[in-house]
């Protein structure tokens, strides 16, 4: 009779995880680059000190994970705002390192640095800030990534790539700072670039909304089973002291 108090009380922590990452995702749907976060939940098997050697399966509390579909692609005509086809990431340096993102709304310095709408230099492929030239009008960048200013081409768009799922933390941005080091994207014949064009959020509000509807009834579920345990263990305790 425990175990099913136990076994409940591992699905109310996974369905608040749940609820969470739900809130996180709804919050950010108009969030430019913005990808959704998901969970998946494992089933952890316990043996119970009986003798059939009977297992009682309980929730994990879930790992996080990056939705890895791609977000609708919206024409701004802002020729310093660009979108991502294909499965890969900008880069920015910020004081805490490096960070991938998928908003791609550039500006150029008076400097000719080519930053986030945050302020942070965008990287080229190997690593080093974008310099362009300030006086040189609005840059012409090609599906390759090339940058071109007055017909010379002055620089390249870096496109990087890195294994979200062995570990990832949220930045600003809409940006990922991931445990694995970024790697620049030498095979483009996926990936591509489009000037004039912003990515929007992966985020479904219809199919967030809809999944915020089940938790819930499965929390209110679990909580109404949860109070029938424990009003059955007490009366087994009454009876067994023998409490009338």
Partial sequence: MQSGLYVSLSSQMALEKRLTTIADNMANVNTTGFRGTEVKFNQLLSDTDNKLNAQVAFVSQGNDYLSGDSGELQHTGNMLDFAIKGDAWFALDTPAGQVLT???RFTMKDTGELVSIRGYPVLDAGGAPIQ???????????NDGMIYQGGRQVGSLGLFEADISKGYLRYENSGVMTTETPRAVTDRFNIGIEQGYLENSNVNAMHEITQL????RAFESIASLTADSESSFNEAIKTLGGSR
Avoid: H, Q, R
């Fill in 132 to 142: 362009l030239n300030s006086a040189g009008g609005e840059p012409k960048v090609g």
């Fill in 213 to 216: 509807i089940e938790v819930n």
């Fill in 102 to 104: 998928k908003d791609g």
